[in-house]
Each structure stands twice: as C-alpha cells, then as structure tokens.
C-alpha cells in the first residue's frame, strides 16, 4: 500500500495534467470524511462528561450546530493541493484536542474520521484520474 506522502507526490503529478480531476475526486473525498464525522461522532448517543475516546467519541452538542456546520474546503492551483475538513465553531477545536487546563479530554472527531476513511479518499482520487487519463 501507498503512504500519504508517496500518494502526495503522484497527486502532484496528476494536478498539472488534470486539475478539474484532482477537484472533483477532492470535493467527493471532503464529503465522505464529513459524512463519516456526522454519522459516526456526531450522531447517537452522547459520550460522559469528562471521557474521551478517539476512535469511539461521540458528540450531542446541545444545538446541533456542530453537525451542521462542519465544512470542507478543496484548493488546487499549479503548487497546491488541499483539502481541509474542519468547522468555525470556537468549540470544534476543545473537542478534537482537548483541553487540559479546563479538563477537557481530546475527543477526536475529524482526525478519525479522516483516519477511518483515508483508503476510500484515496481510491476515489485514483479513480477519478483514471477516468481523465482514459478521456485525454
């Protein structure tokens, strides 16, 4: 199996040939990790108070607002290529680092979402140049 970084290098390739490509499979990677943060961290029963799992954590913050402002954002210009998955919510980044000094434990919702999906972002990227190498 290919590691991120190997990965990185190939995606670097594939943005100077097929841009639009390397968009599109990014956009579809962003939704699949917010799905799998909504679905898996942000749904379901609430976590205890005080207790953190980073494979296992669920969130119920009392709004909702969480849940449906999480947010990606895909850039793909000739020198870079990101995706950032991520929400403006000032209590995002409390719960997926924590906070020791209020005692806070990290309850990591995007860093394994991410974790938990990266093979699929991946073949879905693969697929999508696949598919433009085939139509050039």
């Known amino acids: 199996m290919m590691t991120w970084p190997q990965f990185e ?24 990790i ?21 494979m296992r954590g ?3 913050p009392r709004s909702g607002d969480l849940k449906t402002r999480l947010n990606k954002r895909v850039r793909v210009s000739r020198t870079d ?3 950032r998955v991520g929400s403006n919510m000032v209590y995002a980044a409390t719960h997926e680092y924590g906070d020791p000094r209020r005692g806070i434990p990290a309850r990591p919702f995007l860093r394994s979402s991410r974790d938990a999906r990266i093979d699929d972002v ?6 999508r140049i696949m598919a433009a ?3 050039a």
């Open 81 to 83: 290529v990101s995706l």
């Open 9 to 32: 290098k190939k995606i670097d390739r594939w943005v100077r040939d097929f841009p639009d490509a390397v968009e599109n499979a990014l956009e579809t990677g962003g939704e699949i």
């Open 58 to 60: 669920t969130l119920q």
């Open 34 to 54: 917010l799905g799998e943060a909504q679905r898996k961290h942000l749904s379901g029963p609430k976590m205890p108070k005080g207790v953190g799992n980073p």
């Open 122 to 127: 991946k073949a879905i990227i693969l697929k």
């Open 133 to 135: 190498y085939e139509r």
